[in-house]
């Protein structure tokens, strides 16, 4: 990027630019503020060149940011600070971690095929940048808007259901088995989550088929 005070050397006093004034304050080499490397050059030679626009961007690889759309439903769901996960066709097989480092305040219409939507933008911070992933990329990212979460999954045989369709298990205690209503959440592969009505220390019996109901007396043994 170019110094404010370097650009304004291209105007004349009276604010209308003339050809002689220009090249005789051109400077014999502009210096940048920061070190990087070149991405983008909006000078053309024998073109005279917007003194409000940067003549030269300059980028430093290791402090790359990701700027992605997110759209207005999903946009109060977005924190600073949230984990990313970024992937893109430019780096196929790799992933990039990251962080949400600010959510501008405006939102903007953005065109997908046919259809409009309105969208926020959001800056990510990515971390372990290597030569992998180039300035001008396009990314796609995961936000983890919600923290790891920790659930009681039991069997599906140990659930049982009455003729109002109330959920139920059974709990052992003291040689009986105690009927616990139980409410319960996620479907998983290995099992169902129970959100209410038993907790981790509770001793459950895996199959209630062959129970006779509330009360009955069950021994405990160990499989050889």
């Known amino acids: ?82 984990k990313v996960i970024l992937t893109g066709t430019g780096f196929s097989g790799s992933e990039y971690a990251g962080t949400v480092s600010k959510i501008y305040p405006t939102a903007r219409k953005k065109q997908s095929g046919t259809t409009q939507e309105t969208v926020v933008d959001v800056l990510v911070n990515i971390k372990n940048v290597n030569e992998s992933i180039k300035s001008g990329f396009s990314v796609k990212a995961k936000i983890e808007t919600q923290g790891d979460k920790k659930v009681n999954i039991i069997p599906y045989d140990s659930v049982s259901q009455d003729e109002s369709g109330t959920e139920f298990v059974y709990v052992y205690a003291r040689g009986k ?11 998983l592969s290995e099992g169902v989550e129970v959100t209410e009505g038993i907790t981790p220390n509770d001793l459950l019996v895996y199959s209630a088929s062959g129970l006779s109901g509330d009360d009955a007396y069950v021994h405990i043994f160990k499989k050889s």
């Open 1 to 82: 990027s170019v110094p404010q005070e370097v650009m304004a050397m291209m105007t004349s006093e009276d604010g209308n630019s003339s050809g002689a004034n220009l090249t005789a304050n051109l400077p014999d080499e502009i210096v940048s503020s920061a070190q990087g490397t070149i991405t983008d050059i909006n000078l053309v030679e024998g073109v005279l060149s917007d003194y409000q626009n940067a003549v030269v961007t300059i980028s430093k690889s290791e402090d790359l940011q990701a700027k992605i759309s997110v759209n207005e439903s999903n946009i109060s769901k977005i924190k600073k600070g949230q």
């Open 177 to 187: 088995v105690q009927k616990r209503v139980i409410k319960t959440g996620l479907e």
